[in-house]
């Protein structure tokens, strides 16, 4: 059982918006920022997202990210082939203390 | 450029020892805390523990504690994982992954290392 819930499986068609859930509680989302990452098949993770909704140099401006309370969101417009992926989010979460992650949601695009 | 390069798979059997390594370059190690990152096809990415390589201070994830064994080696600018005694669930991919901002716990993970395939089989 992880400590953020994410859908296992989402899905989109090439050009389309996809949005993917991570939902946690106050210790680790509702008091702390929340970090995306995306992992290509066969490939380690890498930072997608971070602090929230802040994008590291070199990833495309069509990944956003938000968040509201205990629950945060990442948004792809425009799905393209290569975004096919597992997404996870993570925090840091204060009752533990230490890092949490969502089970990771694999993206299709179809 | 900043990278983090971790040792190669390993095939142990169980009650076996094992230790993995993860080596920094192109930044000054004892400015960011190392993280390692445990990954299961069921289980997805879990959190194992922390360390800040500049005081060698280390907060286990609870899942974690008694099993595995985090240290640092400023002198070669390394992070090590470590198991006294290993189970067949012990089976995984473990990444290192380096935390942003200057000496603390909470920022993102920036910087991963390619991961290390460990199987622990009879």
């Known amino acids: 059982q992880t400590a953020l819930t994410q859908p296992p499986s989402t899905s989109g068609t090439l050009g389309q918006r996809v949005t993917i859930s991570c939902s946690g509680s106050v210790s680790n989302i509702g008091t702390n920022t929340v970090s995306w990452y995306q992992q290509l098949p066969g490939a380690a993770p890498k930072l997608l997202l971070y602090r929230n909704d802040q994008r590291p140099s070199g990833v495309p401006e069509r990944f956003s990210a938000s968040k509201s309370g205990t629950s945060a969101s990442l948004a792809i417009r425009g799905l393209q082939s290569e975004d096919e992926a597992n997404y996870h989010c993570?925090?840091?979460?204060?009752?533990?203390?230490?890092?949490?992650f969502g089970g990771g949601t694999n993206l299709t695009v179809l | 450029e900043v990278q983090l390069v971790q040792s190669g798979a390993e095939v142990r059997k169980p009650g076996e020892s094992l230790q993995i390594s993860c080596k920094a370059s192109?930044?000054?190690?004892?400015?960011?805390?190392i993280a390692w990152v445990r990954q299961t096809p069921g289980k997805g990415l879990e959190y194992m523990g922390i360390?800040?390589?500049?005081?060698?201070?280390?907060r286990n994830s609870p899942s974690f504690q008694g099993r595995v064994t985090i240290s640092v080696d400023k002198s070669t600018n390394t992070a090590y994982l470590h198991w006294t005694s290993l189970k067949a669930s012990d089976t995984a991919i473990y990444y290192c992954?380096?935390?942003?901002?200057?000496?603390?716990?909470?920022?993102?993970?920036?910087?991963w290392g390619q991961g290390t395939l460990i199987t622990v089989s009879s």
């Open positions: 192109g930044y000054n190690f004892t400015g960011h805390s």
């Open positions: 360390i800040v390589p500049a005081y060698s201070h280390i």
């Open positions: 993570a925090a840091w979460d204060d009752t533990l203390p230490g890092w949490v």
């Open positions: 992954a380096r935390v942003d901002g200057f000496n603390t716990l909470y920022d993102a993970f920036d910087i």
